[in-house]
Protein backbone atom coordinates (compact mmCIF):
# COMPACT_ATOMS: atom_id res chain seq x y z
CA UNK A 1 0.00 0.00 0.00
CA UNK A 2 1.28 3.31 -0.87
CA UNK A 3 2.70 5.95 1.61
CA UNK A 4 2.05 9.31 1.41
CA UNK A 5 3.68 12.66 2.39
CA UNK A 6 1.32 13.41 5.16
CA UNK A 7 1.51 9.41 6.65
CA UNK A 8 5.68 9.56 6.51
CA UNK A 9 5.31 13.06 8.50
CA UNK A 10 2.92 11.15 11.14
CA UNK A 11 5.35 8.43 11.34
CA UNK A 12 8.24 10.31 11.99
CA UNK A 13 6.16 12.05 15.04
CA UNK A 14 4.16 9.55 16.43
CA UNK A 15 5.14 5.98 14.93
CA UNK A 16 1.86 4.16 17.08
CA UNK A 17 -0.62 6.60 15.82
CA UNK A 18 1.06 5.99 12.08
CA UNK A 19 0.75 2.15 12.38
CA UNK A 20 -3.01 2.27 13.93
CA UNK A 21 -3.49 4.44 10.90
CA UNK A 22 -2.13 2.10 8.35
CA UNK A 23 -4.61 -0.52 9.57
CA UNK A 24 -7.65 1.12 9.29
CA UNK A 25 -6.68 1.97 5.65
CA UNK A 26 -6.25 -1.28 5.01
CA UNK A 27 -9.30 -2.59 6.96
CA UNK A 28 -11.39 0.31 4.80
CA UNK A 29 -9.76 -1.02 1.26
CA UNK A 30 -10.73 -4.44 1.77
CA UNK A 31 -14.31 -4.05 3.18
CA UNK A 32 -15.43 -1.14 0.77
CA UNK A 33 -18.80 -1.02 3.19
CA UNK A 34 -16.92 0.39 5.73
CA UNK A 35 -15.67 3.13 3.26
CA UNK A 36 -18.43 6.34 2.74
CA UNK A 37 -18.81 7.88 -0.46
CA UNK A 38 -20.22 10.07 -3.14
CA UNK A 39 -22.79 7.38 -3.88
CA UNK A 40 -22.89 5.99 -0.04
CA UNK A 41 -23.43 7.66 2.90
CA UNK A 42 -22.24 4.52 5.42
CA UNK A 43 -24.57 6.40 8.34
CA UNK A 44 -23.60 4.59 11.28
CA UNK A 45 -25.80 3.24 14.70
CA UNK A 46 -22.48 3.13 17.42
CA UNK A 47 -25.07 3.55 20.44
CA UNK A 48 -26.20 0.68 22.69
CA UNK A 49 -29.89 -0.51 22.76
CA UNK A 50 -31.32 1.36 25.32
CA UNK A 51 -29.73 4.22 24.35
CA UNK A 52 -31.23 4.08 20.60
CA UNK A 53 -34.57 3.28 22.29
CA UNK A 54 -34.51 6.23 25.09
CA UNK A 55 -33.72 8.68 21.87
CA UNK A 56 -36.17 7.69 19.72
CA UNK A 57 -38.47 4.72 21.00
CA UNK A 58 -41.69 7.93 21.91
CA UNK A 59 -41.29 9.58 19.04
CA UNK A 60 -41.90 6.25 17.10
CA UNK A 61 -44.59 5.36 19.58
CA UNK A 62 -46.51 8.45 18.95
CA UNK A 63 -45.98 8.47 15.18
CA UNK A 64 -47.24 5.11 14.91
CA UNK A 65 -50.58 5.84 17.38
CA UNK A 66 -51.44 8.72 14.55
CA UNK A 67 -51.41 6.15 12.41
CA UNK A 68 -53.40 3.87 13.88
CA UNK A 69 -55.64 6.51 14.47
CA UNK A 70 -56.07 8.49 10.99
CA UNK A 71 -54.50 5.54 8.24
CA UNK A 72 -56.31 3.08 7.05
CA UNK A 73 -52.74 0.40 5.37
CA UNK A 74 -51.94 0.72 8.93
CA UNK A 75 -54.63 0.26 10.79
CA UNK A 76 -54.97 -2.73 8.09
CA UNK A 77 -51.22 -4.06 9.14
CA UNK A 78 -52.14 -4.07 12.68
CA UNK A 79 -55.73 -6.19 12.23
CA UNK A 80 -53.45 -8.70 10.11
CA UNK A 81 -50.93 -9.08 12.93
CA UNK A 82 -53.35 -9.21 16.31
CA UNK A 83 -55.94 -11.22 13.70
CA UNK A 84 -53.65 -14.06 12.97
CA UNK A 85 -51.66 -13.63 16.47
CA UNK A 86 -54.34 -14.29 18.75
CA UNK A 87 -57.29 -14.46 16.69
CA UNK A 88 -60.64 -13.95 17.72
CA UNK A 89 -61.28 -15.20 21.19
CA UNK A 90 -57.52 -15.18 22.41
CA UNK A 91 -54.97 -17.92 22.99
CA UNK A 92 -56.91 -20.73 23.84
CA UNK A 93 -55.46 -22.88 26.78
CA UNK A 94 -56.21 -27.02 27.12
CA UNK A 95 -55.01 -28.39 30.72
CA UNK A 96 -53.22 -30.80 30.56
CA UNK A 97 -52.13 -32.49 34.39
CA UNK A 98 -50.78 -35.39 34.38
CA UNK A 99 -51.59 -38.57 36.45
CA UNK A 100 -49.05 -41.00 38.34
CA UNK A 101 -48.84 -43.53 34.95
CA UNK A 102 -48.26 -40.60 32.73
CA UNK A 103 -52.09 -40.42 31.46
CA UNK A 104 -53.44 -36.75 31.40
CA UNK A 105 -55.69 -36.76 34.25
CA UNK A 106 -59.41 -35.92 33.21
CA UNK A 107 -61.33 -35.04 36.15
CA UNK A 108 -59.03 -32.30 37.06
CA UNK A 109 -58.53 -30.99 33.71
CA UNK A 110 -62.06 -30.53 33.13
CA UNK A 111 -62.06 -28.85 36.95
CA UNK A 112 -59.50 -26.01 36.01
CA UNK A 113 -61.29 -25.68 32.91
CA UNK A 114 -64.45 -24.85 34.24
CA UNK A 115 -62.99 -22.17 36.67
CA UNK A 116 -60.92 -21.06 33.59
CA UNK A 117 -63.55 -20.72 31.39
CA UNK A 118 -65.32 -18.40 34.27
CA UNK A 119 -61.87 -16.29 34.09
CA UNK A 120 -62.46 -15.26 30.83
CA UNK A 121 -65.77 -13.56 31.50
CA UNK A 122 -64.11 -10.86 33.69
CA UNK A 123 -60.06 -11.27 33.65
CA UNK A 124 -59.06 -7.49 33.52
CA UNK A 125 -59.96 -5.19 36.15
CA UNK A 126 -62.40 -2.23 33.92
CA UNK A 127 -64.53 -5.55 33.25
CA UNK A 128 -64.53 -3.57 29.84
CA UNK A 129 -62.78 -6.84 28.07
CA UNK A 130 -63.48 -10.67 27.97
CA UNK A 131 -60.06 -13.00 27.35
CA UNK A 132 -60.42 -12.59 23.50
CA UNK A 133 -60.61 -8.88 23.70
CA UNK A 134 -57.92 -8.62 26.47
CA UNK A 135 -55.35 -10.56 24.39
CA UNK A 136 -56.44 -8.30 20.87
CA UNK A 137 -55.61 -5.35 23.00
CA UNK A 138 -52.62 -6.51 24.77
CA UNK A 139 -51.43 -7.51 21.20
CA UNK A 140 -52.15 -4.48 19.39
CA UNK A 141 -50.53 -2.46 21.87
CA UNK A 142 -47.53 -4.44 21.89
CA UNK A 143 -47.43 -4.24 17.81
CA UNK A 144 -48.26 -0.40 17.42
CA UNK A 145 -46.20 1.34 20.82
CA UNK A 146 -43.37 -1.63 20.42
CA UNK A 147 -44.48 -2.91 24.27
CA UNK A 148 -47.28 -3.72 26.64
CA UNK A 149 -47.54 -4.61 30.40
CA UNK A 150 -50.30 -6.02 33.00
CA UNK A 151 -50.01 -6.01 36.24
CA UNK A 152 -51.16 -9.38 38.03
CA UNK A 153 -53.38 -8.88 41.00
CA UNK A 154 -54.44 -11.58 43.27
CA UNK A 155 -56.63 -12.38 46.60
CA UNK A 156 -58.04 -9.05 48.53
CA UNK A 157 -57.15 -5.89 46.80
CA UNK A 158 -58.25 -2.87 48.34
CA UNK A 159 -60.92 -1.48 46.27
CA UNK A 160 -61.04 -4.16 43.88
CA UNK A 161 -63.89 -6.74 42.85
CA UNK A 162 -62.15 -9.47 40.95
CA UNK A 163 -65.98 -10.70 39.55
CA UNK A 164 -64.99 -13.51 39.14
CA UNK A 165 -64.84 -17.49 41.35
CA UNK A 166 -60.71 -17.31 41.26
CA UNK A 167 -59.37 -13.82 43.51
CA UNK A 168 -57.54 -13.45 40.27
CA UNK A 169 -57.56 -9.90 37.60
CA UNK A 170 -54.90 -8.20 35.36
CA UNK A 171 -54.50 -4.52 34.74
CA UNK A 172 -53.85 -3.46 31.65
CA UNK A 173 -50.75 -0.97 31.82
CA UNK A 174 -49.85 1.38 28.25
CA UNK A 175 -46.14 2.00 28.07
CA UNK A 176 -46.34 5.48 28.80
CA UNK A 177 -46.90 4.66 32.56
CA UNK A 178 -43.01 2.99 32.49
CA UNK A 179 -41.29 6.43 32.39
CA UNK A 180 -38.77 6.15 29.89
CA UNK A 181 -36.64 9.11 31.02
CA UNK A 182 -36.28 7.65 35.07
CA UNK A 183 -32.84 6.55 35.76
CA UNK A 184 -31.07 5.88 38.70
CA UNK A 185 -28.10 4.63 39.90
CA UNK A 186 -28.66 2.84 43.39
CA UNK A 187 -31.01 1.11 42.99
CA UNK A 188 -29.84 0.53 39.21
CA UNK A 189 -32.68 1.53 37.35
CA UNK A 190 -33.01 2.05 33.54
CA UNK A 191 -35.81 3.79 31.21
CA UNK A 192 -38.03 3.33 34.37
CA UNK A 193 -37.05 -0.38 34.63
CA UNK A 194 -34.85 -1.48 37.62
CA UNK A 195 -32.58 -4.35 36.90
CA UNK A 196 -29.48 -6.24 39.01
CA UNK A 197 -26.39 -6.72 37.91
CA UNK A 198 -26.89 -9.12 35.26
CA UNK A 199 -29.15 -7.15 33.65
CA UNK A 200 -32.76 -9.20 34.64
CA UNK A 201 -35.46 -7.06 35.67
CA UNK A 202 -36.27 -7.21 39.39
CA UNK A 203 -39.25 -4.36 39.30
CA UNK A 204 -40.64 -1.81 37.49
CA UNK A 205 -41.60 1.81 38.54
CA UNK A 206 -45.09 2.95 37.11
CA UNK A 207 -46.76 6.10 37.46
CA UNK A 208 -50.12 5.94 39.75
CA UNK A 209 -52.11 7.79 37.48
CA UNK A 210 -52.28 9.03 33.79
CA UNK A 211 -48.54 10.89 33.00
CA UNK A 212 -50.25 12.41 30.15
CA UNK A 213 -52.52 14.86 32.58
CA UNK A 214 -51.85 18.36 33.11
CA UNK A 215 -49.43 18.25 36.10
CA UNK A 216 -47.40 15.32 34.29
CA UNK A 217 -44.58 18.07 33.30
CA UNK A 218 -43.76 19.21 37.04
CA UNK A 219 -41.12 17.03 38.88
CA UNK A 220 -43.31 16.82 42.20
CA UNK A 221 -45.57 15.14 39.80
CA UNK A 222 -42.73 12.28 38.85
CA UNK A 223 -41.48 12.08 42.25
CA UNK A 224 -44.61 11.84 44.31
CA UNK A 225 -46.62 9.93 41.22
CA UNK A 226 -44.54 6.78 41.05
CA UNK A 227 -44.95 3.26 42.41
CA UNK A 228 -42.83 0.03 42.63
CA UNK A 229 -44.34 -3.48 41.30
CA UNK A 230 -42.02 -6.61 41.63
CA UNK A 231 -40.91 -8.00 38.28
CA UNK A 232 -43.20 -11.36 39.91
CA UNK A 233 -46.41 -9.30 39.71
CA UNK A 234 -45.77 -7.33 36.56
CA UNK A 235 -45.62 -8.90 32.54
CA UNK A 236 -43.76 -6.91 29.70
CA UNK A 237 -43.85 -8.25 26.33
CA UNK A 238 -41.43 -5.83 23.94
CA UNK A 239 -40.45 -5.84 20.07
CA UNK A 240 -36.68 -6.18 21.50
CA UNK A 241 -33.92 -6.28 18.56
CA UNK A 242 -30.73 -5.51 20.37
CA UNK A 243 -28.88 -7.89 23.29
CA UNK A 244 -30.10 -6.46 27.25
CA UNK A 245 -32.37 -3.87 25.14
CA UNK A 246 -34.64 -3.59 28.14
CA UNK A 247 -37.80 -1.37 26.45
CA UNK A 248 -39.18 -1.70 23.13
CA UNK A 249 -40.01 -0.05 19.72
CA UNK A 250 -42.89 0.16 17.36
CA UNK A 251 -43.10 -2.44 14.25
CA UNK A 252 -43.71 0.53 12.33
CA UNK A 253 -40.33 1.69 13.03
CA UNK A 254 -38.84 0.91 9.69
CA UNK A 255 -41.54 1.78 7.58
CA UNK A 256 -43.15 5.15 9.08
CA UNK A 257 -41.34 7.40 6.18
CA UNK A 258 -42.80 5.08 3.91
CA UNK A 259 -46.54 5.03 5.23
CA UNK A 260 -46.17 8.84 5.88
CA UNK A 261 -45.20 9.14 1.89
CA UNK A 262 -47.92 6.86 0.34
CA UNK A 263 -50.39 8.14 2.34
CA UNK A 264 -49.62 12.01 1.17
CA UNK A 265 -49.32 10.90 -2.69
CA UNK A 266 -52.49 8.77 -2.44
CA UNK A 267 -54.42 12.18 -1.32
CA UNK A 268 -52.89 13.92 -3.54
CA UNK A 269 -53.75 11.58 -6.56
CA UNK A 270 -57.05 11.61 -5.36
CA UNK A 271 -57.92 15.41 -5.02
CA UNK A 272 -56.15 15.39 -8.68
CA UNK A 273 -58.96 12.67 -9.87
CA UNK A 274 -61.50 15.05 -8.20
CA UNK A 275 -60.59 18.18 -9.84
CA UNK A 276 -60.40 16.19 -13.02
CA UNK A 277 -63.90 15.27 -12.81
CA UNK A 278 -65.02 18.23 -12.33
CA UNK A 279 -65.30 19.43 -16.49
CA UNK A 280 -63.55 22.62 -17.16
CA UNK A 281 -63.41 24.29 -20.73
CA UNK A 282 -62.23 27.51 -21.93
CA UNK A 283 -62.52 29.62 -24.98
CA UNK A 284 -59.69 29.38 -27.29
CA UNK A 285 -59.46 32.86 -29.92
CA UNK A 286 -57.33 32.84 -33.07
CA UNK A 287 -55.50 36.10 -33.42
CA UNK A 288 -53.81 38.07 -30.83
CA UNK A 289 -56.10 41.35 -31.93
CA UNK A 290 -58.81 39.24 -30.59
CA UNK A 291 -57.69 39.54 -27.20
CA UNK A 292 -58.55 43.43 -27.18
CA UNK A 293 -61.07 44.49 -24.65
CA UNK A 294 -64.28 43.95 -25.99
CA UNK A 295 -66.57 46.62 -26.58
CA UNK A 296 -69.58 44.72 -25.51
CA UNK A 297 -69.37 44.59 -21.55
CA UNK A 298 -72.34 41.88 -21.10
CA UNK A 299 -70.58 38.88 -19.39
CA UNK A 300 -70.53 35.57 -21.34
CA UNK A 301 -72.24 32.39 -19.39
CA UNK A 302 -72.53 29.30 -21.13
CA UNK A 303 -73.18 26.27 -18.66
CA UNK A 304 -72.49 22.64 -20.12
CA UNK A 305 -75.23 19.89 -20.34
CA UNK A 306 -75.49 16.43 -22.28
CA UNK A 307 -76.21 17.25 -25.87
CA UNK A 308 -75.18 21.07 -25.97
CA UNK A 309 -74.21 22.52 -28.75
CA UNK A 310 -72.21 26.15 -28.21
CA UNK A 311 -74.18 28.57 -30.61
CA UNK A 312 -72.40 31.83 -28.52
CA UNK A 313 -69.31 31.56 -30.19
CA UNK A 314 -67.53 34.82 -31.90
CA UNK A 315 -65.79 34.23 -35.73
CA UNK A 316 -62.06 32.97 -34.80
CA UNK A 317 -63.32 31.19 -31.41
CA UNK A 318 -63.29 27.54 -30.42
CA UNK A 319 -63.81 25.55 -27.28
CA UNK A 320 -60.95 23.54 -25.50
CA UNK A 321 -60.84 21.65 -22.41
CA UNK A 322 -58.67 21.37 -19.81
CA UNK A 323 -57.27 17.29 -19.24
CA UNK A 324 -55.14 16.31 -16.14
CA UNK A 325 -54.79 13.05 -16.87
CA UNK A 326 -56.56 11.50 -13.87
CA UNK A 327 -56.88 9.20 -12.38
CA UNK A 328 -53.46 8.02 -12.86
CA UNK A 329 -52.56 5.05 -14.29
CA UNK A 330 -49.77 4.31 -12.12
CA UNK A 331 -51.23 4.79 -9.11
CA UNK A 332 -52.07 0.94 -8.63
CA UNK A 333 -48.76 -0.16 -9.54
CA UNK A 334 -46.52 2.04 -7.33
CA UNK A 335 -48.84 1.24 -4.40
CA UNK A 336 -48.30 -2.24 -4.49
CA UNK A 337 -44.67 -2.38 -4.77
CA UNK A 338 -45.33 0.10 -1.77
CA UNK A 339 -47.08 -2.15 0.24
CA UNK A 340 -44.68 -4.96 -0.69
CA UNK A 341 -42.28 -3.10 1.42
CA UNK A 342 -44.36 -1.99 3.69
CA UNK A 343 -44.83 -5.61 4.66
CA UNK A 344 -41.76 -6.81 4.25
CA UNK A 345 -40.73 -4.56 7.20
CA UNK A 346 -43.42 -5.16 9.26
CA UNK A 347 -44.01 -8.62 9.48
CA UNK A 348 -47.83 -9.64 7.58
CA UNK A 349 -48.11 -11.05 4.09
CA UNK A 350 -48.78 -8.68 0.94
CA UNK A 351 -52.17 -10.21 -0.19
CA UNK A 352 -53.33 -9.81 3.76
CA UNK A 353 -52.21 -5.97 3.41
CA UNK A 354 -53.59 -5.28 -0.08
CA UNK A 355 -56.46 -7.48 0.27
CA UNK A 356 -55.80 -8.72 -3.20
CA UNK A 357 -55.87 -12.74 -2.93
CA UNK A 358 -54.54 -13.34 -6.80
CA UNK A 359 -52.36 -16.79 -8.39
CA UNK A 360 -52.92 -20.42 -8.28
CA UNK A 361 -53.73 -22.48 -5.35
CA UNK A 362 -49.94 -23.19 -5.25
CA UNK A 363 -48.89 -19.51 -4.70
CA UNK A 364 -51.31 -18.32 -2.15
CA UNK A 365 -50.62 -21.78 -0.41
CA UNK A 366 -47.01 -20.56 -0.34
CA UNK A 367 -47.22 -17.33 0.39
CA UNK A 368 -49.46 -18.41 3.26
CA UNK A 369 -46.60 -20.85 4.45
CA UNK A 370 -43.95 -18.72 4.57
CA UNK A 371 -46.34 -15.81 6.17
CA UNK A 372 -47.34 -17.90 9.25
CA UNK A 373 -43.83 -18.62 9.83
CA UNK A 374 -43.79 -15.29 11.27
CA UNK A 375 -47.10 -15.67 12.67
CA UNK A 376 -45.85 -18.48 14.97
CA UNK A 377 -43.05 -16.63 16.00
CA UNK A 378 -45.11 -13.81 17.43
CA UNK A 379 -47.53 -16.52 19.08
CA UNK A 380 -44.82 -18.09 20.67
CA UNK A 381 -43.36 -14.99 22.14
CA UNK A 382 -47.00 -13.47 23.26
CA UNK A 383 -47.72 -16.81 24.92
CA UNK A 384 -44.52 -16.75 26.70
CA UNK A 385 -44.08 -13.58 27.82
CA UNK A 386 -47.98 -13.18 28.56
CA UNK A 387 -50.53 -16.58 28.41
CA UNK A 388 -48.47 -18.80 30.15
CA UNK A 389 -46.96 -16.38 33.13
CA UNK A 390 -50.91 -16.00 33.56
CA UNK A 391 -52.01 -19.56 33.38
CA UNK A 392 -49.38 -20.64 36.01
CA UNK A 393 -50.89 -17.74 38.26
CA UNK A 394 -54.09 -18.56 37.95
CA UNK A 395 -53.83 -21.88 38.53
CA UNK A 396 -51.78 -21.41 41.79
CA UNK A 397 -54.24 -18.98 42.89
CA UNK A 398 -57.23 -21.59 42.13
CA UNK A 399 -55.36 -23.91 44.18
CA UNK A 400 -54.35 -21.74 47.21
CA UNK A 401 -57.95 -20.14 47.59
CA UNK A 402 -59.68 -24.05 47.63
CA UNK A 403 -61.54 -23.28 44.51
CA UNK A 404 -60.07 -26.93 43.28
CA UNK A 405 -57.97 -29.65 44.81
CA UNK A 406 -55.24 -31.21 43.52
CA UNK A 407 -56.18 -35.07 43.57
CA UNK A 408 -53.88 -37.46 45.43
CA UNK A 409 -52.74 -38.80 41.94
CA UNK A 410 -51.20 -35.59 39.72
CA UNK A 411 -47.80 -35.88 39.31
CA UNK A 412 -46.12 -33.02 40.85
CA UNK A 413 -45.03 -30.85 38.84
CA UNK A 414 -47.62 -31.12 36.15
CA UNK A 415 -50.96 -29.67 37.75
CA UNK A 416 -50.08 -26.37 35.67
CA UNK A 417 -49.46 -28.32 32.61
CA UNK A 418 -51.20 -26.91 29.60
CA UNK A 419 -50.99 -26.84 25.77
CA UNK A 420 -51.70 -23.45 24.02
CA UNK A 421 -53.91 -22.90 21.08
CA UNK A 422 -53.25 -20.47 18.78
CA UNK A 423 -54.65 -19.60 15.91
CA UNK A 424 -53.61 -22.13 13.14
CA UNK A 425 -52.88 -21.56 9.16
CA UNK A 426 -56.26 -21.38 7.29
CA UNK A 427 -57.28 -23.52 4.71
CA UNK A 428 -57.13 -22.37 1.08
CA UNK A 429 -59.09 -25.50 -0.02
CA UNK A 430 -60.84 -27.44 2.82
CA UNK A 431 -61.67 -30.21 0.32
CA UNK A 432 -58.40 -30.86 -0.20
CA UNK A 433 -56.35 -30.18 3.34
CA UNK A 434 -59.50 -32.28 5.13
CA UNK A 435 -58.07 -35.55 2.52
CA UNK A 436 -54.69 -34.64 3.22
CA UNK A 437 -55.18 -34.49 7.55
CA UNK A 438 -57.33 -37.94 7.23
CA UNK A 439 -54.24 -39.62 5.43
CA UNK A 440 -51.77 -38.43 7.94
CA UNK A 441 -54.10 -39.90 10.91
CA UNK A 442 -55.01 -42.84 9.04
CA UNK A 443 -51.19 -43.59 8.35
CA UNK A 444 -50.48 -42.39 12.18
CA UNK A 445 -48.49 -39.33 11.35
CA UNK A 446 -50.93 -37.71 13.60
CA UNK A 447 -53.49 -37.87 15.82
CA UNK A 448 -57.34 -36.73 16.19
CA UNK A 449 -56.64 -34.38 18.75
CA UNK A 450 -53.64 -32.45 17.03
CA UNK A 451 -56.05 -32.56 13.82
CA UNK A 452 -58.64 -30.55 15.84
CA UNK A 453 -56.29 -27.76 17.83
CA UNK A 454 -54.50 -27.00 14.21
CA UNK A 455 -57.85 -26.31 13.20
CA UNK A 456 -58.06 -23.91 16.45
CA UNK A 457 -60.48 -26.32 18.45
CA UNK A 458 -60.23 -28.17 21.54
CA UNK A 459 -60.16 -31.88 21.60
CA UNK A 460 -62.36 -32.42 24.80
CA UNK A 461 -64.62 -30.14 24.27
CA UNK A 462 -65.20 -31.56 20.30
CA UNK A 463 -65.39 -34.70 21.85
CA UNK A 464 -68.37 -33.87 24.25
CA UNK A 465 -69.97 -31.96 21.70
CA UNK A 466 -70.40 -34.78 19.41
CA UNK A 467 -71.13 -37.41 21.94
CA UNK A 468 -74.06 -35.14 22.84
CA UNK A 469 -75.13 -34.13 18.94
CA UNK A 470 -74.64 -38.16 18.06
CA UNK A 471 -77.42 -39.12 21.16
CA UNK A 472 -79.76 -36.55 20.02
CA UNK A 473 -79.87 -37.74 16.52
CA UNK A 474 -80.27 -41.36 17.77
CA UNK A 475 -83.25 -39.82 20.07
CA UNK A 476 -84.70 -38.20 17.34
CA UNK A 477 -84.15 -41.51 15.09
CA UNK A 478 -82.17 -39.54 12.47
CA UNK A 479 -79.76 -41.93 10.65
CA UNK A 480 -76.39 -41.30 10.46
CA UNK A 481 -74.68 -39.01 7.40
CA UNK A 482 -73.33 -41.57 4.73
CA UNK A 483 -69.60 -42.62 5.15
CA UNK A 484 -69.44 -41.06 8.93
CA UNK A 485 -67.56 -43.17 11.39
CA UNK A 486 -71.05 -43.22 13.22
CA UNK A 487 -72.83 -45.01 10.52
CA UNK A 488 -73.27 -48.59 11.53
CA UNK A 489 -72.06 -50.48 8.94
CA UNK A 490 -74.64 -53.21 7.27
CA UNK A 491 -75.00 -56.55 8.57
CA UNK A 492 -73.51 -59.08 5.38
CA UNK A 493 -76.24 -61.08 4.19
CA UNK A 494 -76.10 -64.91 4.71
CA UNK A 495 -75.32 -66.91 1.12
CA UNK A 496 -78.46 -68.35 -0.33
CA UNK A 497 -77.64 -72.10 -0.25
CA UNK A 498 -77.73 -74.13 -3.74
CA UNK A 499 -80.48 -75.96 -4.54
CA UNK A 500 -79.53 -79.75 -4.17
CA UNK A 501 -80.10 -81.14 -7.71
CA UNK A 502 -76.97 -78.55 -8.27
CA UNK A 503 -73.99 -80.65 -9.42
CA UNK A 504 -71.76 -77.94 -8.27
CA UNK A 505 -72.73 -77.58 -5.03
CA UNK A 506 -70.68 -78.62 -2.23
CA UNK A 507 -71.27 -81.79 -0.15
CA UNK A 508 -70.69 -81.78 3.48
CA UNK A 509 -68.31 -83.16 5.16
CA UNK A 510 -68.41 -85.31 8.52
CA UNK A 511 -66.13 -84.54 11.02
Given at each position: ?????????????????????????????????????????????G??????????????????????????????????????????????????????????H??????????????????????????????????????????????????????????????????????????????????????G?????????????????D???????S?L???????????????H?????????????????S????????????E??????????????????????????????????????????????????D??????NR?N????????????????????????????Y????S?????????????????????????????????????????????????????????????????????????????Q????????????R?????????????????????????????????????E???????????????T????
Amino acid sequence: MAIDSLERAIAAIAPRWAMRRAQARQVLGYYEAASPGQTRKARREGASGNTAVLRAGATIREQARHLDQNHDLAIGVLNSLVNFTVGPVGIGIEPQPMGAEGEIHDAFARSMAAEWDDFCRRPEVTWQHDWGSFCRLMARTWYRDGEAFAQLLEGSVAWLDHGTRVPFSLEMIEPDFVPMEHHAAQPLIEQGIEINDWGRPVAYHVYKTDPRGSLAGSRLFAANNLKRIEAARMLHVANRTRIRQLRGVSVFASVLGRLDDLKDYEESERVAAKVAASMAAFIRKGQPDMYAEATDATPRGMKFKPGMVFDDLKPGEDIGTIDTNRPNPNLETYRSGQLRAVAAGTGPTYSSIARTYDGTYSSQRQELVEGWTMYAVLQAEFTARIVRPIWERFVAIAVASGRVRIPPGIKPGTENDALFLAPQMPWIDPQREAEAWAIQEDRAYTSGPEIIRKRGGNPMRVLDQQARWLKAKEEKKIPAAKGSAAEKPAEPKPAASPPASDPAAPTKRRT
